[in-house]
């Protein structure tokens, strides 16, 4: 059974950091894509950043470039989100998701197949 389980969402003041982990089972990590998405109240769901399949290519959204790093390592089956330096605009419900194929820029969620539920980052001014 495909999991995605993220976690490390909280409160955090402006300026502040926080790291997201999505843990991964029931596929093999290592053969797809990884993103970030968040989807803020009365929002659509928005790409944030995505990762290759071995780390080497990464995708971030405009909004959270020079502030937010993706990594992973798939000996652990882990994805991670280190956010820094964040604004109240941040806040949103934080999701992984997983894709096959070309390590391209995709930035829909209909490209991704596998979801986790979400962790809550929520940005106090």
């Known amino acids: 059974q495909v999991q995605l389980v993220e976690s490390g969402g909280g409160l955090v003041q402006a300026g502040g950091s926080l790291r997201l982990s999505c843990e991964a089972s029931g596929f093999t990590l290592s053969s797809y894509n990884m993103g970030w998405f968040r989807q803020a109240p009365g929002k659509e769901r928005e790409f944030v950043a995505s990762?290759?399949?071995?780390?080497?290519?990464?995708y971030y959204a405009d909004s959270v470039k020079g502030r937010f790093a993706i990594s992973r390592d798939n000996a652990k089956n882990t994805v991670s989100l280190q956010m820094n330096t964040l604004k109240p605009e941040d806040t949103a419900e934080y999701y992984c998701?997983?894709?096959?194929?070309?390590?391209?820029?995709?930035?829909?969620?209909?490209?991704?197949?596998?979801w986790g539920q979400g962790t809550q980052v929520t940005v106090s001014s």
């Open positions: 998701a997983a894709r096959g194929g070309r390590s391209e820029r995709k930035t829909s969620t209909s490209d991704y197949i596998y």
């Open positions: 990762i290759s399949p071995l780390g080497v290519i990464t």
